[in-house]
Nanobody, 117 residues
Framework: QVQLVESGGALVQAGGSLRLSCAASGRIFSIDVMGWYRQAPGKQRELVATITTTLRTNYADSVKGRFTISRDNAKNTVYLQMTSLKPEDTAVYYC???????????WGQGTQVTVSS
């Protein structure tokens, strides 16, 4: 099993910045791609960004140029630096880790990001 713990969510004004962190523990060796997803009230969970073990990244169009995902393999931690935040970025942000030995993945408990206008 892999445990993921997110932190860094907060209330911030539009145009502001936040950095989310996700610390992984447990079967670290089984972790492959890691990513951030978000779910706004009344909407489906959506991909925000992913990063591979070789640090290749992928972003949703809505966050390109504003968000940056990074990964510290030595610390088993993935980050999401968010800048130029907009009210539509308001959501619960979830960390995800894919298991390289199966089709399953792991989820954190989520952290709330609220952007006020």
């Amino acid at each position: 099993q892999v445990q993921l713990v997110e932190s860094g969510g907060a209330l911030v004004q539009a145009g502001g910045s936040l950095r989310l962190s996700c610390a992984a523990s447990g079967r670290i060796f089984s972790i492959d791609v890691m990513g951030w997803y978000r779910q706004a009230p009344g909407k489906q969970r959506e991909l925000v960004a992913t990063i591979t073990t070789t640090l290749r990244t992928n972003y949703a169009d809505s966050v390109k140029g504003r968000f940056t995902i990074s990964r510290d393999n030595a610390k088993n931690t993935v980050y999401l630096q968010m800048t130029s935040l907009k009210p539509e970025d308001t959501a619960v942000y979830y960390c995800n880790a894919a298991d390289r030995f199966s089709t399953g993945s792991y989820w954190g408990q989520g952290t709330q990001v609220t952007v006020s206008s």
